[in-house]
T-cell receptor, first 108, second 114 residues
Framework: GENVEQHPSTLSVQEGDSAVIKCTYS??????FPWYKQELGKRPQLIID?????GEKKDQRIAVTLNKTAKHFSLHITETQPEDSAVYFC???????FGKGTHLIIQP | DGGITQSPKYLFRKEGQNVTLSCEQN?????MYWYRQDPGQGLRLIYY???????QKGDIAEGYSVSREKKESFPLTVTSAQKNPTAFYLC?????????????FGSGTQLSVL
């Protein structure tokens, strides 16, 4: 199956600053790139995704960018707020493989 | 509650005992999945099913079994052969033949060993 690797494992930022999480994938034919957010004690939920025919997608303060040449996609969160504190996961297109997660900590 | 329901929320297993985790969805999704979540390990795939009466092993299927007799239901049995069953178990569903699978998760079952 496809491999996905996610970095960093922990990210601490000041409230109001930006955060970036990167995911590297192995299958050059992959065509779908999702990000999930899991708050403490809750289920993971899809927050943004992108198809391979576009390079960037934005939804308010979050965005996903795709670099097909380098085979990585990144989650960008701007103007971070306390409610952004969570674990974020990237996943393979078929849903069978997840990154190990990034614990995002927003410092007041 | 999001269309996919897991029960129970907490489950305790005695040594040598089999236990079954329930997962039901009313989203009319063809595909269903079971993941195990350990701290710092992300989500690891146990089993998945793309159609009724068919399922495939994931990366960590040993010590687990599943059935898919109905589209809506995908129960997971943790057998006595699973020596380290303590974990958070998540069930998910998706449209099977979409070229990108958006997963919808249940609220999870925390399994602990007595």
């Amino acid at each position: 199956g496809e491999n996905v690797e996610q970095h960093p494992s922990t990210l601490s930022v000041q409230e109001g600053d930006s955060a970036v999480i990167k995911c590297t994938y192995s299958d050059s034919a992959s065509n779908y790139f999702p990000w999930y957010k899991q708050e403490l004690g809750k289920r993971p939920q899809l927050i943004i995704d992108i198809r391979s025919n576009v390079g960037e997608k934005k939804d308010q303060r979050i965005a996903v960018t795709l670099n097909k040449t380098a085979k990585h996609f990144s989650l960008h969160i701007t103007e971070t707020q306390p409610e952004d504190s969570a674990v974020y996961f990237c996943a393979s297109a078929d849903g069978l493989t997840f990154g190990k997660g990034t614990h995002l900590i927003i410092q007041p | 509650d999001g269309g996919i329901t897991q029960s129970p929320k907490y489950l305790f297993r005695k040594e040598g005992q089999n236990v079954t985790l329930s997962c039901e969805q009313n989203l009319n999704h063809d595909a269903m999945y079971w993941y195990r979540q350990d701290p710092g390990q992300g989500l690891r795939l146990i089993y998945y099913s793309q159609i009724v009466n068919d399922f495939q092993k994931g990366d960590i299927a040993e010590g687990y079994s599943v059935s898919r007799e109905k589209k809506e239901s995908f129960p997971l049995t943790v057998t006595s052969a699973q020596k380290n069953p303590t974990a958070f178990y998540l069930c998910a569903s998706s449209i099977a033949w979409d070229r990108g699978r958006k997963l919808f998760f249940g609220s999870g079952t925390q399994l602990s060993v007595l």
